[in-house]
């Protein structure tokens, strides 16, 4: 577990070197202990695959309080935590990528839904829009690269396939992922309290539930 300096009153943590199953159960601890007992002068911290960014406020110094941080979220990311909330996610594979997706990897859609509806997904974290999940692990024989430019308007409860990852778009938005189907499922409510805007947070669980296919 490394740090650096992120500008002059942040810091950027870095916990692994690769996404994988063991960076994510330690991005789940690291986030716990941070909101269990955050250290002196942390304004927020905001978590990605292997790095977590922590700010301070101005008047903290950051260099004399990191190592003892350091040596906590170590002792952190020993301990096991429970598995995350599931959340099982009705989908139809009916995305206008779908047929694109299944001939890049030379296989048929209904072996392109399989294969995506299979795993046991990780919200790994929350970004670009507001509550959008990047999930993994996605099979790696439906790695697809994202558009070679991105859609003006893609709907709400799109679900996609970008590079390594699948997500779920939770607002109309412009985007760039190869999309193969949809859900109804809202997956964010900015009329709700905040505690409740989102359905998903990291470190959670879905499970997708394949309703039909483009074909049926």
Known sequence: MHWQFYGPDAVLLRFADALREDAFQRSRSIAAELERQPPPGLIEFVPAFTTVLLEFDSDQPIAEIMPELIERLQRAVAQPLPPGKLHRIPIVYDGEDLDRVAKAHQLSTDEVCAL???????????????????????????????????????????????????GIYPVETAAGWNIVGHTTVALFDHTAEESEMFLLHAGDRVQFIPENTKDA
Request: glycine share 12%; proline share 16%.
């Open 116 to 166: 995506h509806a299979k795993p046991i997904y990780n919200v790994c974290f929350l970004g670009f829009a507001p509550g959008f999940p990047y999930l993994s692990p996605l099979d790696p024989g439906l790695h697809t690269e994202r558009l070679p430019s991105p859609r003006p308007r893609v709907l709400a409860g799109s679900v996609a396939i970008g590079g390594q990852h699948t």
